[in-house]
């Protein structure tokens, strides 16, 4: 089907004439087609504005005064007709007279008998004229004609509607889902298709049973309302919300209206007794428009003081997923309610894509969002905090919110701050320290990818970080620097450096196996390892792991050469003077940048 | 117009049909009381239509005035109410005629200072709540043509059905519909800033 036959569809929902089937059809289209939904949306605003006009206050009618000043007007009309038709009568009877004149002038010269003279001029004729009386009744109206008149068929097509909508519409249990509703609405509506092709107001007829005395017919009616959602029937159930026997139903129906029942929703939101239902009823939308009234409305309890009681609403919001994140992140925003928020979107399902899709719009609000992000650890989001951490005005937010986080990427938007200078050292190690601590092997990963970028400006950066607040935590991090091809000697001289400083006796393995791979250039820097398992495991540990190395490139040393190493445990020239004959026996590796 | 409102109109014709019976056999009080209950509906009408409180309460009055030495003409075949809408749309037609003279373009810019609106509000029921709202829709009806007005006063604030209205405005009911789907546009239009456009 068309668009063109959505705007006829349009066209009849907003005349009230169209049958569920058609609203249905209308839902699912709109869903596929903006322009059509845009249409729909503005005629049923259109709807909506005309309906907020004042009814034109009849206070100002001077009621009394009217009807007098309708009875003088009608009086004087009266004496108006009277005095016409006595000029009229004048001008006949002076007529009259002139040919009567003529015909007895006529008469008195002809030999007509006297027994053909007409009767003098009628009294009637000569006398004053009638008062003007008012006109005589009509006949009664026989049984024929008054079945034309229209009231009398309202009534009985009334009656009839009722009947069928009894029929059709009160098998419906109390809180019946909205598939079911609809079953039996579109039954009715079948039923009732002829009444509706002879141009009988059989919407408005279902609107007048919201007040009928039997209550199911009067809860069916409302149900049926609600599945219409056009403007006439939510201005109906916005009634009935006032009618206590039904304002349980009435709730349902708003429900099942959608967008349309949601300004009606938000008023049954602020009645006790219906909180729970309305909440229940605006969750199952899952709809940004619906979260909005649930946010709206808990703005309003918040300044009526009700902040405490609101845990419910909370979670309804946070039951509706992704489309709820909008307005969780606005509840944030008031200090108050903060906590209620981030709990509620912490178990949001999808908080954190939508957190992630709002840090990615123009104009998001750092204030707000980067607690949340922080706190919900939406990785996605790194982006944007990089972003605020360079813009300067909420950088300590963003810094902390960086530290929350975590993990090697955090790291490294560290690192970059530092390299683009907008970052110092000492404060960039003060961020990541608490990273470090919370999972060392974030330092680690990163020196891979660092690698694998080859990004050796990244590594030194990182060597800094780490070595300006040195912890066991940052030691693994730091062997793998020492590793790294992508630093200079000296530079990785200072991590092994820090390995000493920091490491325990487990670091020793990994040093005896950075002194394998030493290249043969690189005398100093094993002198450095060497060293570094001297402070780690004792002298002893780095005579083995000299003898080791030794042994391994076949060469032999000689017993002043250990004594000399043993010696020279705390010169490092001393030991690189001993370690030089073997590292340099070493033919010259290839292969990757790391050993 | 309610639901209620609807049904009560139902159950005051049944009223109105007793009442306009002694009328026609010339019962004064028959007639002033049928003014009594109808002419508030027709001076609202009226009052939509004519846009001013002094317009309206005399041209009710003069319908009124009409109907009662129309009455023997009323045949019953539509509701009392139809038959004295067309006598008071009529009128309105002959007052506008007289103070006819050429409109300029629609455009919500043609609004009084006064009637300014104001930046659409976030959620409906913000949108309810604002005064200033009708202001600005009322003025936005009163620039509509005289015919649209009329008929989409009939259809919407009134209620009727489209044969009624055709029977009022004196056109046909395929007219009438076309007139109100125009005249709905045309207000689409000159209310534009109003529209809240909301993520679907």
Redesign the interface.
Known sequence: MSCAHARKLI?RE??DQSSIDDVLWLDQHV?GC?AC?SAR???R??????W?????A?G????TG??T???R??DA?IAARARARTRRRRRWWMAGLAAAAAAAILLARSDWPRRARAPAPGRAMLAEPEPW??????AP?GDD?RE?????R??AM?DRVRDLFQECMTDLAAGAPRADVVLCAQRFDAGARLHRAG?W?VV????????DPDAAVARAAVRYLGVRGDTLAM??LK?ALRVPAIQADVVRALGDAG?AG??TL??ALRDASLEALALTQLARQRT??AA??IE?EIQRAREAGRAPQLLPWFDALASMGEVAVPSLLELAATSELEPLAIGALAHTDGARAGVAGIAAEAGARPGVLLPVIGELGVVAALPYVEQQCRAGAARDQALACLAALGGPDALRVLVRLVQGGRLLASLAASVAAPILDRDAEAATSLVDVLVGDGDSAGARVLLDLLTERTSVASVPALVALARCDLLHETERERAVAAVAAAGTREQVGAMRNLLAGALPSEHRFAAAVVASIAALGGDAAAEASVADLARDRGVELSRRATRQLLDGMSSRTRIAQVLKPVIQSQSPKTGGPCR | MTAIRACQQMSEELDDRMLILRAKRGDREAFDQLVRSHLPRVYGLLKRIVGNHEDAEDLAQDTFTRAYFALQGFREDSAFTTWIYRIAVHLGRDLHRSRRRKPPPLSIHRLAPGQALAAPAASPIEVTLRGELAAGVAAALELLPYRLRVVLVLRVFEGLAYADIARVAGITEGTARVQVVKARQLLMRVLQPMFREQSP
């Open positions: 066209q907003l005349d869903r903006p939904a949306r503005r005629g605003q259109l709807e909506e504005l005309l907020s006009l004042p009814v034109p009849a100002r009618l001077d009621l009217s009807i000043r309708v009875n007007a009608i009309g009386t008012a006109p005589a009744p009509s109206v004609e034309r008149l229209d009231h009398k309202l009534e009334r141009g107001p408005r007829i279902v609107q007048g049973l919201v007040r201005e109906t009634d967008d949601l300004a938000a008023l940004a428009a909005r009234v709206k």
